[in-house]
Each structure stands twice: as structure tokens, then as C-alpha cells.
């Protein structure tokens, strides 16, 4: 079993930033994919960034020169840095992990949630 846990969600003003970090944890043999997804009440939900083992990272259009994804595969943390925050980032983001269990097991892991919240 795999266990995502998901830190530095808050409510920060526009212009603001934030940090957002998910550890996983638990019968790990390797992470591939990690990454953050958001979604707004009655909106499916989206990917915001994405990263692979190899290091290639993907962006939200929505989010490009804003957001920096970015791990710590020594820890199977993954985080996400958020500056020039606006209004419309406001939402529940979670944490995504892919990744291989002892005896080739493929697992696909999601956090929690974590509330963040962009006002004056």
C-alpha cells in the first residue's frame, strides 16, 4: 500500500506564493510519474504539472511561467511552487504518484487534497 501525504496548502493574496509538497510513502519500489491535478466544484479535474523519472515535465497552458514542479526521488517527494498566484487558482489540488511495488506491481496513488485559496 501506498500512502501520499500533501503539505502547504493556505490562503495567500494575488501576487502571492505558495508551496506545495506530497511525500509518498510505503511498499515502494520505484516512482515513475508524479504529479498535481486541480478541480473546482462541478469541473473534472485537471492536470496542473506533471514530471517523469526521466525528468520531462508538462504544464497546464493555464499555469506555464507560474508554476514550477520539481522531486526529490530520494524522498518520493514531489512539489509544487506557485507564484504570481490569481483568483482563478483557487481550488483543491492533489498529489498523483505512479509508480512500481515489490514484485512489478503497478500502483496509481493520489493525495488527499489540499485546499488552496487565492483572495485579498
Known amino acids: 500500500q501506498v500512502q501520499l501525504v500533501e503539505s502547504g496548502g493556505g490562503l495567500v493574496q494575488p501576487g502571492g506564493s505558495l508551496r506545495l509538497s506530497c511525500e509518498a510513502s510505503?511498499?515502494?519500489?520505484?516512482?515513475?510519474?508524479m504529479g498535481w491535478y486541480r478541480q473546482a466544484p462541478g469541473k473534472q479535474r485537471e492536470s496542473v504539472a506533471t514530471?517523469?523519472?526521466?525528468?520531462?515535465?508538462n504544464y497546464a497552458d493555464s499555469v506555464k511561467g507560474r508554476f514550477t514542479i520539481s522531486r526529490d526521488n530520494a524522498k518520493n517527494t514531489v512539489y509544487l511552487e506557485m507564484n504570481s498566484l490569481k483568483p482563478e487558482d483557487t481550488t483543491v489540488y492533489y498529489c498523483?504518484?505512479?509508480?512500481?511495488?515489490?514484485?512489478?506491481?503497478?500502483?496509481?496513488?493520489w493525495g488527499q487534497g489540499t485546499q488552496v485559496t487565492v483572495s485579498s
Open positions: 498523483y504518484v505512479q509508480g512500481l511495488q515489490p514484485g512489478l506491481r503497478r500502483f496509481d496513488s
Open positions: 510505503g511498499n515502494i519500489l520505484r516512482v515513475s510519474t
Open positions: 514530471t517523469t523519472s526521466g525528468g520531462r515535465t
